[in-house]
């Protein structure tokens, strides 16, 4: 297992164009990230019409977030639409060549916070490691969850979250999209044995704890996918809107059937009454009672007093990730 402090006093920092704000929050880092400018280049050189934007990496073994300045290319154009958020088209100009393009995410709910965009790239580094654990046991395909970033557009207005507009930056995955499960019991009938062996192998991995589920992207390079923590569904989500707790947990191995790679790595089975259908669009929690989670004088950045856990990390043992 991975080893994880108890992370109940670290501290979050968000960056403005001139301002560095701290808050104590349990997913995020007690360090301030570093930043990285250009000096005196400007976007002109960097290659045509851009905009500056400050790039904030999480890194989930040192549990540190780090930032730089870049320069991207945003497209306006939709690219995609999923359940929380739109694809659009972008280049990092910053990036070698080759590796300039992305894709950025754009929350669809102004009720989402900064925090719970924060929180999307936490879970995602999170799944990774997981992976990492899963592909150490050899499968025949080895599974991956892409590199995600927060992107900070420093040079446009404050906007209703209190700071600069953020957003979700990663690879943009070339190639068939396609989707092999979603949050709340939904499987193709037809699928691959990796994607669900997988998501099977987290809950037994973190004892139970948690499942990793809403697996979807290109061959083996996953994208978006949603953490479940094993809390009475009455909590506040701790991974975002999308966490939909016990029963979350319990729709997957309702519809999951163990497979060959679920049996070679001895993956224990749940029995399921029935198979009953569920739509394949990933679900949405309603919004949390509410709960106080952070300091009140903080309400005014742009973060919710609701009290939505979704940017606590999960309330578990060291050793269960």
Request: charged share 20%; with cysteine; glycine share 8%.
């Amino acid at each position: 297992y991975i080893p994880k402090k108890n992370r109940h006093s670290e501290s979050v920092f968000f960056f403005s164009h001139n301002t560095t704000m701290t808050y104590h929050m349990s997913s995020f880092p007690a360090t301030t990230p570093q930043m990285t400018t250009f000096g005196t280049t400007t976007p002109q050189q960097l290659g045509g019409v851009s905009e500056r934007a400050i790039k904030h990496t999480y890194n989930d073994e040192t549990e540190t977030w780090s930032s730089e300045d870049i320069f991207i290319k945003l497209s306006p154009t939709v690219l995609s639409t999923g359940a929380n958020r739109t694809v659009h088209k972008c280049t990092d100009l910053s990036a070698p060549q080759g590796q300039q393009a992305k894709v950025c995410k754009v929350a669809k709910s102004t009720a989402e916070t900064r925090r719970e965009t924060f929180t999307a790239v936490v879970m995602q580094k999170r799944c990774q490691r997981l992976a990492e654990r899963f592909n150490l046991l050899g499968p025949p395909k080895k599974v991956n969850f892409i590199d995600a970033c927060i992107v900070e557009l420093v040079q446009r207005p404050i906007d209703h979250t209190g700071g600069h507009p953020i957003m979700i930056m990663e690879p943009r995955l070339q190639g068939y999209y396609k989707k092999h499960s979603n949050n709340f019991g939904f499987v193709d009938g037809e699928d691959r044995n990796t994607p669900h062996a997988f998501s099977h192998f987290t809950y037994q991995h973190t004892k139970g704890q948690m499942i990793v589920v809403d697996i979807q992207g290109v061959g083996d390079n996953y994208t978006d996918p949603q953490i479940h923590s094993n809390i009475d569904e009455k909590e506040p989500p701790i991974w975002g809107q999308g966490d939909m707790a016990r029963p979350g947990i319990y729709k997957f191995f309702e519809s999951h059937r163990c497979n060959a790679l679920c049996q070679a790595f001895g993956l224990v089975g749940a029995s399921a009454s029935m198979l009953k259908f569920a739509g394949s669009g990933t679900q949405i929690k309603p919004t949390a009672p509410s709960r106080p989670v952070m300091p009140a004088a903080l309400n005014g950045w742009g973060v919710s007093s609701n009290g939505h856990r979704s940017g606590m990390a999960p309330a578990v043992t060291p050793d269960a990730i």
